[in-house]
């Protein structure tokens, strides 16, 4: 079976320095992975998304993520975080159809 | 906005009782998925359709658990005898597949069932 697993439950960072949240994926087979955020009460939101056309994929809101087949990673990163950047984030991966979210990652930002 | 939607937003219920959750997909996509989700956890998997057809429940699902999506649009989930550990937020997602891999889905914005 497939699953992701994201090494920090929780990362701190300050407003204007870049962003890491890391993913290592296990794969028996070329995977598609993603990234979904969730905001405070808000619903879960494609933040990029990985389909074997290219190793680095660029999301929304500044975020890009690199797979690396490898190391088995698929970390997302940003140059730099913005207050609005706090929120929790989730590693996911395919499997038969359907997807499988890592435990997530709460991103803080500090002023 | 023609996004997924579920119905209700919120439900309090008494354990042992039975509750069901709607869920209207966004109306091209024929995939539809159902997760629970508690607090400071990843989004579990409950079961998927194709149109009408259940393609796949998870095995960690109890039989108390049934969804039904009898003519390939809405989706029902219902739970009965509710217990305590029913408690979460229930999503639902839709999706188009493609020809390469699974497409992303489009969730809603959850039931939150709260069981006393």
């Known amino acids: 079976a497939q699953s992701v697993t994201q090494l920090d439950s929780h990362v701190s960072v300050s407003e204007g320095t870049p962003v890491l949240l890391r993913c290592n994926y296990s794969?028996?087979?070329?995977?598609?992975l993603f990234w979904y955020v969730q905001h405070p009460n808000k619903g879960l939101q494609l933040l990029l998304k990985?389909?074997?056309?290219?190793?680095l994929v660029k999301g929304i809101n500044g975020f890009e993520a690199e797979f690396k087949k490898s190391e088995t990673s698929f970390h997302l990163t940003k140059p730099s975080a913005h207050m609005s950047d706090a929120a929790e984030y989730f590693c996911?991966?395919?499997?038969?159809?359907?997807?499988?979210f890592g435990q997530g990652t709460e991103l803080s930002v500090k002023p | 906005d023609t996004g997924v939607s579920q119905n209700p937003r919120h439900k309090i219920t008494k354990r042992g009782q039975n509750v069901t959750f709607r869920c209207d997909p966004i109306?091209?996509?024929?995939?539809l998925y159902w997760y629970r989700q508690t607090l400071g956890q990843g989004p579990e998997f409950l079961t998927y359709?194709?149109?009408?057809?259940?393609?796949?429940k998870s095995r960690l699902l109890s039989d108390r658990f049934s969804a039904e999506r009898p003519k390939g649009s809405f989706s029902t989930l219902e739970i009965q005898r509710t217990e305590q550990g029913d408690s979460a937020m229930y999503l639902c997602?839709?999706?188009?597949?493609?020809?390469?891999?699974?497409?992303?889905?489009?969730f809603g914005n959850g039931t939150r069932l709260t069981v006393t």
């Open positions: 997602a839709s999706s188009m597949p493609t020809g390469q891999g699974i497409s992303p889905l489009h």
């Open positions: 794969s028996s087979y070329s995977p598609s």
């Open positions: 990985y389909t074997s056309a290219a190793t």
């Open positions: 996911v991966v395919s499997d038969r159809g359907k997807l499988i």
């Open positions: 109306s091209e996509h024929n995939r």
């Open positions: 359709f194709q149109n009408e057809a259940q393609l796949e």
